[in-house]
Nanobody, 119 residues
Framework: QVQLVESGGGSVQSGGSLRLSCEAS????????MGWYRQAPGKERELVAA???????NIADSVKGRFTLSRDNAKNTVYLQMNSLKPEDTAVYYCNARLWAGSSLLNYWGQGTQVTVSS
């Protein structure tokens, strides 16, 4: 199991920046994949950016060039630096971690943090 604690959401104007943090309760080396998803009102949850097995990074086309995913292994923390924010980035952002449990890949979620971008 893993617990995920998020921080860093808030309200900014269009063009502003925010940095989200997600601290895991175990070494991120033991986590198969870890990153961020978001869910806007009335929409499905979608991938924003994530580290996957083999150190591959997946980033949604809608945020490429504006958002950067990074990690601090010593702190078991993954960061999402969000620059040039747009109103359409407004959503609840969720940290996600995936762990193998036997032959099953389990999803764990943080509590979510609200990001609101005003025009």
């Amino acid at each position: 199991q893993v617990q995920l604690v998020e921080s860093g959401g808030g309200s900014v104007q269009s063009g502003g920046s925010l940095r989200l943090s997600c601290e895991a309760s175990r070494s991120i080396f033991s986590i198969n994949a870890m990153g961020w998803y978001r869910q806007a009102p009335g929409k499905e949850r979608e991938l924003v950016a994530a580290f996957t097995s083999g150190s591959t990074t997946n980033i949604a086309d809608s945020v490429k060039g504006r958002f950067t995913l990074s990690r601090d292994n010593a702190k078991n923390t993954v960061y999402l630096q969000m620059n040039s924010l747009k109103p359409e980035d407004t959503a609840v952002y969720y940290c996600n971690a995936r762990l193998w449990a036997g032959s099953s890949l389990l999803n764990y979620w943080g509590q979510g943090t609200q990001v609101t971008v005003s025009s």
